[in-house]
């Protein structure tokens, strides 16, 4: 009687679809949004800087992403670093290879609108879940960027020249493993994870909640020239 009499209290409504939830979405939200679930890793699991998406940017997954993003959800981010792990662990990923987890940072600017960084609550959720070190401040964006949706290539790069600097509590003897919550077309993955390397350390790859496909991006306004390229950094860069 306690335990349903708690587990009622507890009840809160989901983030996604506002029904009264004991869990941080209901049921129905976590069936549809596991529709999403990539089934072959593999293909982006290559590369100078391999990609391990939870999901496809797609319909409810792209939506709770804005839920928590735009709606002051935090709790998503970490509940997406928890099935991150589960799906980091069934994958037997990088088993003997001691990881630290590097969030992708905000500027201070957006962090204050937002009050948080999804990725850090991303990767918190992950580093929790598999008992990994973390470091939150290993990144530091020193530059306020415009969105790069619409933006080519080379614009891309532009934009993130000079973003990010080396911050603190990264360990060297650890290989890093980057964490955000979208992954368009590795431009900032790309430029987060050079930075690191050009300050001689490891870094091992990124993990998302999700992927962008080819697709989404031919049919979104970025130019060609950059489609190729991302295809290409996301395949054999
Ligand atoms: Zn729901």
Redesign the pocket.
């Known amino acids: 009687m306690w335990r349903s009499l708690i587990s009622f209290l507890w009840q809160q409504p989901?983030p996604?679809?506002g029904?009264v939830?004991p869990k941080t979405?209901?049921r129905?939200?976590e069936r549809r949004l596991k529709a999403w679930e990539v089934q072959q890793r593999q293909r982006y699991w290559q590369g100078s800087l391999p990609l391990f998406p939870w999901g496809y940017y797609q319909q409810d997954l792209k939506r709770a992403i804005a839920t928590m993003k735009y709606n002051n959800h935090p709790e998503l981010g970490n509940l997406f670093g928890q099935w991150l792990a589960r799906s980091w662990l069934e994958a037997k990923m990088a088993q003997h290879l001691p990881l630290q987890i590097v969030p992708i940072p905000l500027h201070r600017d957006k962090l204050q609108s937002r009050g948080f960084n999804q990725a850090v609550r991303i990767a918190q959720g992950f580093c929790r879940a598999l008992e990994l070190p973390f470091a939150p401040q290993g990144l530091i964006r020193q530059r306020a960027t415009q969105s790069m949706f619409q933006l080519s290539l080379r614009e891309r790069q532009a934009n993130l020249e000079n973003a990010f600097h080396l911050g603190k509590g990264l360990q060297r003897e650890r290989w890093l493993l980057l964490c955000d919550d979208i992954y368009t077309t590795g431009t900032t993955a790309q430029t987060a994870a050079a930075v690191l390397r050009e300050a001689g350390y490891k870094v091992l790859g990124i993990i998302t909640v999700a992927v962008v496909t080819p697709n989404q991006l031919a049919g979104s306004t970025v130019k060609a020239t950059s489609i190729k390229a991302s295809v290409h950094s996301t395949t054999a860069p």
């Open positions: 989901c996604c679809c029904r939830s979405i209901c129905d939200c």
